[in-house]
């Protein structure tokens, strides 16, 4: 059933934001609603169908230029389209923002010809992409990724290994960060991005293994073992990589995982005022009892600040005013709130809210998905202490607003 968006939202959203926003309630209510069960039973397979359904709608292409076949939607669009798939899916909705995220970077990073050649077929879904930073002993620190690449004739050979990339399984290219540098040079010049097709010798994706929750999605392993690529592969310029990651992590990441945890956020409040409202006590339901009504209050709350903080900061991205910080904090926020209604959630379904058929210990264990990628929240929280202290070097957003292409963009402060 398509819902009507919250008065908190309408500075946020267009009649053409309003259309997105019926047309993802339809697609969930038709088509997700009826999977998710499956879905849930079969943590080892792969969503594939919920993507291709995705693609045919041209979700993938929300935030492409119509030059390249995209919707040329902007930020906000792409917000709804991930809130509203999250309520009922969250797996379905990491899917989507997984891919957009790297879409951004061909986008912004790509050449006239690398432009050409992938954007169209991204924005159709024909071609989803991901993005591979994170490594298996490295984690989250870039600095001191290990994966290298070198020099061959006229162009680069790559060898190492990615952990816990989104959309692993999916993607026919990745856009991956590797190392171009000896040790000791700065990360922001030792780092290059590379596009690097799926079907490239050397490259293996390890096999599917099923994790806690977002069942349908996967955050699997690359392995590169001298994968030979061109020149012409070269994703920015030879030592940009860290811009490449920096930047559409700050411009998608951040905004697409607090509209993750939003659509989960959404779904946990709705499904516990459901269940206080029908559940018998006394003469009348659990909904009744001052105190209970008192965390659902709470809940609501935060669910509200939460939603406005990721429309907020994308609007901001779309008016073309700088926003890292508002990004960075919806996603950090985003998770905070969800998490702690989530204990209040949990604790008011008590002990039904652990039963395994249960929609609820869904939420419970997709909402972890959350908090690493795009940045932890120690990340967050330690880039919104430098916007405290006016430390901020690179404002992404900033940039976004004044260059269409940066294809050799300058990235030192301004
Ligand atoms: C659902 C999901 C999707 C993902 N998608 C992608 C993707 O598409 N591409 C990709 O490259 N990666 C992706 N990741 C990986 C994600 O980016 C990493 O998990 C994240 O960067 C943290 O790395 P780690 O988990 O190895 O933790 P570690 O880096 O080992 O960190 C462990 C803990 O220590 C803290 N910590 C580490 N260093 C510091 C420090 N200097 N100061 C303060 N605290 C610190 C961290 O915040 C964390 O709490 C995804 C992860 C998940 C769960």
Not at 96 to 107: E, H, K, R, T
Request: aromatic share 6%; hydrophobic share 40%.
């Amino acid at each position: 059933m398509p819902t009507t968006p919250p008065p908190e939202l309408a500075p946020y959203l267009t009649p053409d934001h309003h259309r997105l926003w019926h047309e993802a309630d339809a697609f969930t209510a038709e088509y997700l609603a009826p999977r998710v069960r499956t879905m849930e039973a079969a943590p080892y397979k792969v969503e594939r169908k919920a993507a291709q359904l995705m693609a045919e709608r041209g979700w993938f292409g929300v935030t492409i230029p119509t030059q390249y076949g995209g919707m040329a939607a902007g930020h906000v669009a792409k917000t709804v389209l991930i809130h509203r798939t999250g309520v009922v899916s969250a797996a379905v909705a990491a899917i989507l923002q997984a891919s957009l995220i790297p879409n951004g970077a061909v986008q912004h990073w790509g050449t006239a010809e690398q432009k050409a050649q992938w954007l169209p077929q991204a924005a159709a879904g024909k071609v989803l992409l991901s993005i591979a930073v994170t490594e298996p002993k490295r984690g989250g620190h870039i600095g001191g990724i290990e994966t290298t690449a070198d020099r061959d004739g006229d162009g680069w050979v790559i060898t190492g290994s990615k952990a816990h990339i989104g959309n692993s399984h999916l993607a026919g290219l990745h856009v991956v960060i590797a190392r171009t540098a000896p040790p000791g040079v700065s990360a922001s010049q030792a780092l290059t991005a590379f596009l690097v097709e799926h079907d490239r010798k050397g490259l293996t994706v390890r096999p599917h293994r099923p994790g806690l929750g977002l069942h349908g999605f996967t955050v699997g392993r690359l392995d590169l073992d001298r994968v030979r690529i061109p020149a012409a592969n070269v994703l920015g310029d030879v030592g940009q990589g860290l811009f490449v990651a920096q930047s559409a992590s700050i411009l998608y990441g951040r905004a697409n995982l607090a509209a993750v945890s939003l659509g989960i956020h959404e779904a946990l409040v709705e499904m516990t005022a459901r269940w206080l409202s029908h559940r018998e006590r006394y003469d009348g339901q659990l909904s009744d009892l001052p105190v209970l009504r008192d965390r659902l209050g709470g809940m609501q709350n935060r669910l509200q600040l939460a939603r406005n903080a990721a429309y907020q900061a994308v609007h901001l991205l779309d008016l073309g005013v700088p926003c890292d910080a508002q990004l960075i904090g919806a996603k950090n926020a985003g998770h905070e709130l969800a998490a702690d209604s989530m204990r209040d959630a949990m604790e008011l379904h008590s002990a039904y809210g652990l039963d395994g058929d249960y929609s609820l210990q869904r939420l419970y264990r997709d909402l972890p998905y959350g908090y690493a990628p795009a940045g932890t929240g120690e990340f967050q929280r330690i880039h919104l202490a430098k916007t405290a202290l006016g430390e901020m070097d690179i404002e992404w957003s900033q940039r976004l607003a004044a260059e269409l292409s940066w294809t050799s963009p300058d990235p030192t402060p301004a």
